[in-house]
């Protein structure tokens, strides 16, 4: 038995030093060769060590660089596959932080032709060394906090086909120098501070397709001769001060589908009425000029007329001009400051029309009016409506509505509840409708009565019916939060703040998931009760980093109108703010202010980790502030003002970098308020109202004792840590110690002889 057991061990052993010597020569051997080259490796890696890393935000793409390993296989580096040249560099949105330096490592990369350096904070000047980057052919440094003039060395690279440089801050006249990049297709500059006037230099680049100068400061007029640009597809010079007459000579272009000249100073459009040349313009904007109406170039065949913002100076508008374009699919002449009044009959007959903002004019409509087309989108805010226009029922595919800020009162209409042909009881509102309704802005009217669960489509995205007086919300559930809003799949934005809801926001049956839900606004109302410490785990759009449009969504952020105001008024650092077409992009928000909600504050809202702005404040929450709120990385607004919280703030929100803006104010809390930079940048508005608080920025000082908690609480941390250590420590130790006495035990002069060969 003995010598049997000990056959079994050696054989265990064999495998264990045979398994080790397998481990040593394939550490030993040669590393694989690196496609790319040492130089390139270099360049890149000084290019890193410029910006710091925190080492929190996952988008920060050089923090997984390792300079051991083949830095072609590197996130955000292609290489070319036989010289190992670094042809392209894409660290879009990757957290750098910091000015790019003239000597930085990035110009020692003589090869690239791609440059994406675009959503990073690189606030500095673009230096002269980007024109050593010589066989660049598509550069792109947007929204990158950079300033000062643009380097006249961008006219080396004579290669670059694509060069964009939208939202930063640019001053200045653009560079003559641009006038060598003859293979230039665009050139995108848009939301800075460029001034002066147009360029001709850039009649030169004849090859472009695309011209963005949005939102800059440029003034003048436009060159008479604007079709020596024969390949121009796109040409935006809105929000700038150019005047006079738009040239007739952009309408020659025959490639030209997109045109956009709105807020400008053009006081005569006139000349642009003549134009016979054919033409495939889709997209006309005007809007925001002063100028008499006229007649604002609508002989041009062009398929979407954005004329909002027009200024007519007060003046008449014959809005019959338009009845000719047959083919026209959307139409907003929205704001235009006249004395008109708009008749919906004058559009009833269009065939193609889908999108129409009459928003901010006077209109008027007749009770038997029946529109032709099948809207899709109809916004006609601050009409001087006072009811539900009727030609809504017969509107199969509507999607986008807006009727809010007019004078509708009483009572939502019966013929919205109950349409013709209906059976039962219960009542229904735009039930032909309700498969493809995903936008529905009621806010700002005096509405009252109740708001059923039929009136909302499935597919619904966004519901604000702020501000009204809509009260006994679903009368199927006992007049309490509309736990139905939970079916709605698509639902992103659901607004329903300063109204009379009431009741608890939690049922019994089952957890309140809104997979999609980006914004949830449910502040200044009557709601009532506990929140259960699970509430928040199902809301995963809220938590998820990555940003994926769908269809439903882009109809409601995108450019359907230009001009329109598509916003939700928001609470955001103590202060109401608006928010405006893409910022839907990106924010997430919680609000439940200004209500009657009670108990602690679940533990969940640790998990909607990327939102931005949590409001809980004015409410009568009791206990401690939940740790858990530490995991909200991305927060920027923090408000728990006017509650019943106890206990002392969390000294791991000090670590938020994020988090500009925190009220704990009128609360039970006390003891040293943490010293984290976040928190110490606070006003000292921001604490008062805590007889228990104390330190900076309060006036009033910590005792010894309270100090002497911070500090022992760091010597617990690190004594944890050396315990972690141990534990670690000691099996490995042990484990080593077992190996060494099996093997020295029962083959001492086999053991020796296997090491003295491997010697």
Not at 312 to 339: A, C, M, P, Q, Y
Not at 600 to 624: C, D, H, Q, R, T
Not at 725 to 740: D, E, K, L
Request: contains cysteine; neutral net charge; aromatic residues 10%.
């Amino acid at each position: 038995m003995h010598s049997c057991g000990a056959r079994k061990i050696i054989v265990w052993s064999l495998c264990l030093i045979f398994s080790l010597s397998h481990s040593i020569l394939v550490c030993a051997s040669s590393p694989p060769k690196h496609l790319c080259r040492q130089d390139q490796r270099d360049a890149l890696w000084e290019f890193k060590s410029e910006f710091p890393l925190s080492g929190l935000a996952a988008s920060e793409k050089t923090q997984r660089w390792r300079n051991n390993t083949d830095c072609c296989s590197w996130d955000g580096i292609t290489c070319d596959p036989k010289t190992g040249n670094v042809l392209e560099l894409n660290l879009w949105s990757s957290s750098l932080n910091g000015p790019l330096r003239s000597s930085s490592g990035l110009f020692k990369l003589q090869y690239l032709q791609s440059l994406n350096l675009s959503s990073n904070n690189l606030a500095g000047i673009l230096p002269d060394s980007i024109g050593n980057l010589k066989y660049l052919k598509d550069l792109r440094i947007s929204e990158c906090n950079l300033f000062g003039k643009l380097p006249s060395s961008l006219g080396n690279l004579s290669d670059l086909t694509v060069l964009e440089l939208d939202g930063n801050g640019f001053t200045g006249e653009l560079p003559v120098s641009i006038g060598n990049l003859k293979q230039l297709t665009k050139l995108l500059v848009a939301s800075s501070k460029l001034s002066g006037n147009f360029h001709h230099a850039l009649l030169n680049l004849t090859e472009l397709t695309a011209i963005n100068l949005l939102s800059n400061q440029l003034e003048g007029t436009l060159p008479s001769n604007m079709s020596s640009f024969s390949k121009l597809e796109y040409f935006n010079v809105g929000s700038n001060s150019f005047s006079g007459s738009v040239p007739s000579s952009l309408f020659m272009i025959p490639s030209l589908t997109y045109l956009n000249l709105e807020r400008n100073h053009f006081n005569s459009l006139l000349e642009i009425g003549n134009i016979s040349s054919p033409s495939k313009l889709q997209i006309l904007s005007l809007g925001g000029n002063k100028a008499q109406w006229g007649n604002p170039g609508i002989y041009i065949k062009t398929s979407r007329a954005l004329l909002s913002f027009w200024d007519t100076l007060r003046g008449e508008v014959d809005f019959s001009i338009f009845l000719h374009l047959k083919s026209l699919t959307s139409l907003d002449i929205s704001t235009l400051n006249t004395r008109s009044i708009v008749d919906m009959s004058l559009y009833s007959h269009f065939e193609s029309l889908y999108l129409l903002s009459l928003s901010r004019n006077t209109v008027k409509f007749s009770s038997t009016l029946h529109m032709v087309s099948p809207i899709g989108s109809l916004a006609l805010a601050s009409c001087n409506i006072f009811e539900f226009p009727k030609f809504l029922r017969t509107q199969t595919s509507l999607f986008y509505l807006d009727i809010s800020q007019n004078q509708i009162k009483g009572q939502v209409p019966e013929w919205l509840w109950s349409l013709p042909g209906l059976d039962g009881s219960i009542p229904r509102c735009f039930e032909k409708f309700n498969t493809k309704l995903t936008v529905l802005h009621l806010q700002n009217n005096s509405l009252s009565g109740k708001f059923p669960e039929e009136s909302v489509s499935v597919g619904l995205t966004s519901l604000d019916v702020g501000h009204n007086q809509l009260s006994r919300e679903l009368p199927k559930f006992n007049d309490t939060f509309p736990f139905w809003l939970r079916l709605l799949p698509d639902l992103q934005f659901l607004v329903l703040r300063s109204n009379e809801f009431h009741g608890p926001i939690y049922s019994p049956e089952g957890s309140l998931n809104f997979p999609k839900l980006r914004i949830f606004d449910i502040s200044k109302n009557f709601f009532t009760g506990a929140l259960p410490s699970d509430y928040f785990a199902g809301w995963s759009e809220m938590s998820s980093g990555v940003y994926t449009a769908d269809n439903k969504q882009q109809r409601f952020i995108g450019i359907v109108f230009s001009n329109y105001l598509k916003s939700v008024v928001l609470a955001n650092k103590g202060l109401e703010m608006k928010l405006l077409g893409t910022s839907f992009n990106i924010y997430k928000s919680i609000d439940v202010s200004g209500n009657r909600f009670q108990g602690e504050i679940p533990k969940s809202i640790g998990l909607p980790k990327e939102m931005i702005v949590l409001n809980m404040s004015n409410n009568a929450f009791i206990g401690s502030i939940t740790p858990s709120l530490s995991n909200l990385t991305n927060l920027q607004s923090l408000d728990l003002s006017r509650n019943r919280l106890s206990g002392k703030i969390p000294p791991e929100l000090g670590k938020l970098t994020f988090l500009a803006w925190m009220n704990f104010s009128y609360n039970n809390l006390e003891g040293p308020i943490p010293q984290g930079t976040q928190i110490q940048s606070q006003d000292s508005s921001s604490f008062l109202q805590n007889p228990g608080l104390c330190g900076a920025p309060l006036q009033k000082t910590c005792s010894g004792g309270e100090e002497a908690t911070i500090n022992e609480d760091k010597e617990e941390d690190q004594v944890l840590s050396w315990i972690a250590a141990g534990i670690a420590y000691v099996p490995g130790v042990f484990c080593g110690f077992t190996i060494g006495h099996i093997l020295t035990s029962y083959r001492h002069d086999w053991f020796k002889r296997i090491f003295h060969y491997f010697s």
